[in-house]
């Protein structure tokens, strides 16, 4: 484009251009003028206006029936009339009487154009009415306007612009300090003759002129308030961008975009003016600005979209023609696709209702295309990263018999034989265009089952990586912290090495300052590390634990952290706290929520003390067997925490919680199966006072031999008409019995309620580990995470 040879005005110019949804109505008309009011009256003025409403149909069809004179007049009084209410609503009388003068006179004289077939002056009327009626409009809001008929000015020669007639004429029709109203629509060729610039001509103008007085922008004022990342009306999460750059606004003006097409592109390409889209609905949102790339960082990201075009033709050509898709689009007005080439062939894609035409016009100079005369559907994919993989999208569409596929660095297109449904669409937009939600993962104890868990990590990371990323942001034990965005997980036990010491402060301010969503899991063993749960909480975390502390604090304090929950709406998980990855939890809640009333909880709920009783047959010191355990990462850090039976009475006051019980852990009967004195100091005074424990237990296990029974450190709450009678006891329980028949290390939960009543709904499996439990933990973070993309039952949880 001849740049240089356009006009020399300020570059502070600034040109809007209005199309006739915009200019419908006098109401329309007087919001126009405000807009314009609110414009920096520093800079240069220029409007370009389309025909009031639908004024341009009613003209074309009188156009239509000319020959039926009186169909004609008829259509003709019709539109005078409804022009004329248009004229006197907008402006005030003695301007509606000069204006509807002047109306009267174009349309007295459209008989006399279309017996000279100067049918274009006839369409230039509804473009001429708006440039004056605007102008008068403005003129009574005390500003200095002027109409200008475009053709006075604007020369196009076979299609392009004569950038230096126009501007030539334009310099003849400028008032410095005036608002120039000017008709969109309508030019005139290099012979003089009116000519009309087609679809969306207003758009063009609007360019046209932008460019001839080399304006600062140019804002398309329209009636949607952005360029959209798919058609909103289909895909209701589209994304209504700020920003697109100029060549992905090419990309999709190639692709038939509503809003953007290419002719209005055009005159702007290679100059500085930015090109702005906004609604006159809603002049406060500032749209969004098809931004040069003069005025972009190399690095701004690029959008990503998906289009679709209905009812299109695939015509193949020699790649080594002398003619473009943009070429052929401008002589056809419509849409014309350069699919990404393949082969030594070129393909393009266009509206199957031009495809005669197109052929029509390839023929005349000689280019052989061969048409496929299949109707297709086209579904277009513009890349937001020039990497991005389509697996996903694919899977997805081969459902709907993808006919062809055409794929670059930039865009790929589907052809299918039906169109999809908005459904598909919504699912295709979800996949490529939405960004993925990160959730921040915070993982507190890096041991037995912590390390495990980060180890599980990575497949996960895999499983979600299509609908949501996982970021490791931050591992810590009781000694050290690493703090870092997205730590790898091949990292995590050499960078926690060289980590950092820790305050509960330092951890909660860095968490608060770490996006959303983000979870806490907490697979410490730690009191004090629990007690930070409301900060935790405050600062935006979920929690996930692991660590029994928390859901057994005392009354007052666990309900602080209930209340935390609720005010900041962050969800608890905390289903390994009894049973490991038993979902003993999760069935008890379905039951409540579903309606049954719960009885009676009872059974073996250690994983260790049940390993230890089915294991220890007194040929070597019980305590022997404890060790065992504890190398098998079944036990508690201490693993007399479990031969207290303190980890039991835990995972009671759980259920107990579960259910709605306030119990406290002291309502709880305990008798420990660690002989008295022995949980006190430390595991080396513990150790050296180790035969105690021995003869405690061979004698009892030799007692329950002699009376044919076995060992079982068993479990019970029962709620009887509102009142929780709950115990923790070691047991000897026949043969029969149904706690004796177990897996070492298997946990059992009999559940008696209302609709498991004779025969109880009873939970059985490993119950401590370092695999089940680092599982469970992940069955509780699937559950949050399905809950934060929507896919559970519960409300989605990123907003
Ligand atoms: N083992 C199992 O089968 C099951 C275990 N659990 C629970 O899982 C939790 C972890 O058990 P396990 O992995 O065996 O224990 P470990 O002793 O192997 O690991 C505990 C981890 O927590 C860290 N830690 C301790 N105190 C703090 C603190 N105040 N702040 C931050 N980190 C801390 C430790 O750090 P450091 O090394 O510095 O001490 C260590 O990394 C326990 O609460 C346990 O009850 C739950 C269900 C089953
Ligand atoms: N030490 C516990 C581990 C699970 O909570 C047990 O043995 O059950």
Redesign the pocket.
């Known amino acids: 484009m001849q740049v240089q040879a356009k006009a020399q005005h300020s570059n502070t110019a600034q040109v809007h251009k209005f199309g006739g949804s915009s200019l419908a109505s006098a109401q329309r008309f007087a919001a126009v003028a405000d807009i314009l009011q609110q414009q920096n009256c520093q800079q240069a003025l220029w409007v370009v206006v389309s025909a009031p409403g639908d004024t341009t149909d009613a003209l074309l069809a009188i156009i239509a029936v000319a020959e039926d004179t009186a169909a004609r007049d008829a259509a003709l009084n019709a539109l005078q009339a409804q022009l004329t209410a248009l004229v006197q609503q907008t402006l005030a009388a003695e301007a509606a009487t000069v204006v509807t003068a002047q109306l009267q006179q174009w349309l007295a004289a459209v008989p006399d154009a279309l017996a000279q077939q100067r049918v274009n002056d006839v369409l230039a009327i509804g473009e001429r009415l708006s440039a004056l009626l605007l102008s008068e409009l403005l003129k009574q809001q005390h500003f200095n306007a002027v109409a200008v008929d475009a053709r006075d000015f604007l020369r196009l020669k076979q299609h392009q612009p004569d950038w230096t007639a126009s501007a030539e004429l334009l310099a003849k029709y400028t008032q410095p300090g005036c608002i120039h109203v000017v008709t969109g629509y309508i030019a005139r060729d290099d012979k003089g003759r009116s000519i009309t610039l087609g679809r969306n001509g207003s758009d063009y103008s609007a360019t046209l002129l932008g460019a001839l007085v080399q304006a600062a922008e140019v804002t398309i004022w329209t009636d949607v308030k952005a360029i959209y990342s798919a058609d909103p009306r289909k895909v209701a999460c589209a994304i209504p961008y700020s920003q697109v750059s100029w060549q992905q606004a090419c990309q999709l003006a190639q692709l038939g975009n509503p809003v953007l097409h290419a002719r209005t592109l055009a005159p702007l390409t290679g100059t500085d003016t930015v090109l702005q889209v906004r609604s006159s609905y809603e002049p406060e949102q500032s749209g969004c600005c098809v931004a040069q790339p003069s005025n972009t960082q190399p690095s701004a990201a690029q959008q990503g979209f998906i289009t679709e075009l209905n009812d299109v033709t695939l015509l193949t050509l020699h790649q080594d023609i002398a003619v473009t898709a943009e070429r052929l689009a401008l002589e056809l007005q419509q849409p014309v696709i350069e699919l990404p080439q393949q082969g030594d062939n070129l393909c393009w894609l266009l509206p199957t209702v031009c495809a005669e035409q197109a052929l029509a016009w390839l023929a005349e100079l000689n280019v052989h295309a061969v048409w496929d005369t299949r109707r297709y559907c086209a579904v277009a994919w513009l890349k937001a990263d020039q990497a991005e993989q389509a697996t996903v999208a694919d899977q997805l569409l081969q459902q709907y018999a993808v006919l062809h596929r055409y794929e670059n660095a930039q865009q790929l297109i589907w052809l299918l034989p039906e169109p999809l449904s908005a459904a598909v669409l919504q699912q295709l937009h979800q996949q490529l265009i939405l960004p993925k939600p990160v959730l921040q993962l915070v993982v507190?104890?890096?041991?037995?089952?912590?390390?495990?868990f980060l180890s599980m990590l990575v497949t996960q990371q895999q499983r979600f990586d299509s609908t949501l990323k996982l970021n490791l942001a931050a591992v810590?034990?009781?000694?050290?912290a690493v703090l870092g965005s997205n730590i790898a997980l091949s990292q995590w036990q050499q960078q926690l090495t060289q980590g950092s010491h820790w305050t509960a402060e330092q951890l909660t301010s860095y968490v608060a300052a770490l996006p959303s969503p983000k979870v806490l899991v907490?697979?410490?063993?730690?009191l004090?590390?629990a007690r930070l749960y409301p900060e935790f909480i405050a600062a935006g975390c979920h929690i996930i634990?692991?660590?029994?502390?928390g859901v057994t604090l005392p009354g007052a304090e666990y309900q602080q952290i209930k209340q935390a929950l609720v005010q900041y709406k962050r969800q608890w998980f905390s289903n390994?706290?009894c049973g490991?990855g038993i979902p003993v939890q999760r069935t008890l809640q379905e039951l409540l929520s579903a309606g049954d009333t719960i009885n009676e909880v009872s059974g073996i709920f250690s994983?260790?003390l049940s390993w230890l009783l089915c294991q220890y047959d007194g040929s070597k010191p019980f305590s022997d067997f404890v060790l065992d355990a504890q190398q098998a990462?079944?036990?508690?850090?201490d693993p007399r925490?479990d031969l207290s039976g303190k980890?039991v009475q835990r995972k009671l006051l759980v259920l107990a919680r579960e259910l709605g019980v306030a119990l406290e852990l002291d309502d709880i009967t305990l008798q420990p199966l660690l002989p008295a004195g022995l949980e006190l100091g430390s595991w080396q005074d513990f150790w050296q006072q180790r035969d105690i424990l021995d003869t405690e237990l061979a004698t009892v296990f030799a007692r329950a031999n002699t009376a044919g029974k076995v060992l079982r450190y068993v479990a019970s709450l029962s709620l009887e008409q509102g009142k929780a009678s709950a115990k923790v006891a070691l047991e000897l329980v026949s043969a029969e019995h149904a706690l004796a028949a177990i897996a070492p290390c298997d946990n059992v939960f009999v559940i008696r309620s209302g609709w498991y009543s004779a025969n109880p709904l009873v939970l059985k499996g490993p119950?401590?580990?370092?695999v089940?439990?680092a599982g469970?933990l992940h069955a509780d973070l699937a559950v949050l995470i399905n809950q934060l993309i929507g896919k559970a039952t519960a409300p989605a949880l990123l907003t």
């Open positions: 507190a104890g890096a041991g037995n089952v912590g390390a495990e810590l034990n009781s000694r050290q907490d697979i410490t063993p730690s004090d590390f634990s692991a660590n029994k502390q390994t706290t490991a994983g260790t990462g079944l036990t508690e850090p925490d980890d119950g401590a580990g370092r089940v439990t469970g």
